[in-house]
């Protein structure tokens, strides 16, 4: 063979297995939930899960974080659609229940459900609890419970004001009825994505979805 076709046929090789590397590096990262998941009222490229892809893509890691936030979603409506909404490159859940469910016995029931269902699969899952449902004491309890990594209160700790809520609905997600709460707005849900990602990290590095640490 001549050097410059031993050369092309080499270079054409390497340039495959970096592209079989590549694709075998790529990843999904499935985000249940409800209308907090899906940012309603944001525009679609600045919802929590496209800032969460961003944030991760940005440090290297191939992973497409698909919405599964549905708006007014409830606990066992989320279980039930779960199955199908599992493709085979998803290598991580974000399970977020929701305050819709006026029965909090029940959405708690289904919360367990979901979580025992990825346990029984080994699906590597963060659990984020909502106020109105469970204290952060008791998300903890039951993140634990199945084997899931806890992120806490999805907006605990986000300044109340104008930057970061929408005002729309002032009573959900444990706001006090006097103006607190509501859906996040665009600024907000960036914080809870910023907030995620370095856990999200943690829990792929740990279940061995990825070999190397995130770039910074």
Not at 71 to 90: H, Y
Not at 96 to 119: C, H, M, Q, S
């Amino acid at each position: 063979m001549r050097p410059a076709i031993a050369s092309s046929v080499m270079a054409s090789l390497s340039l495959s297995l970096l592209l079989l590397c590549g694709a075998a590096q790529a990843f999904d990262i499935y985000a249940l939930g409800s209308s907090a998941t899906n940012c309603k009222g944001v525009d679609r490229d600045k919802i929590f899960p496209a800032r969460l892809q961003e944030i991760l893509r940005s440090h290297g890691l191939e992973a497409t974080v698909v919405n599964g936030g549905i708006d007014g979603d409830r606990p066992a409506w989320m279980f039930k659609r779960l199955p199908a909404a599992l493709g085979v490159n998803t290598r991580m859940v974000i399970f977020e229940p929701g305050p819709n469910d006026p029965d909090k016995v029940y959405a708690i029931e289904y919360a367990e459900k979901t979580l025992a269902f990825l346990r029984e699969r080994n699906m590597p899952t963060i659990y984020v609890s909502n106020p109105r449902m469970q204290t952060e004491g008791e998300g903890a309890a039951t993140a634990q419970k199945y084997g899931a990594a806890y992120f806490g209160a999805y907006a605990a700790g986000i300044p109340v004001d104008r930057e970061h809520w929408q005002f729309d609905n002032d009573k959900s997600f444990g706001g006090s009825g006097k103006g607190a709460g509501g859906h996040l707005t665009a600024a907000g849900c960036l914080i809870v994505a910023q907030r995620m990602a370095p856990l999200v990290e943690k829990v792929l590095l740990e279940k061995g979805v990825v070999s190397v640490p995130a770039r910074h």
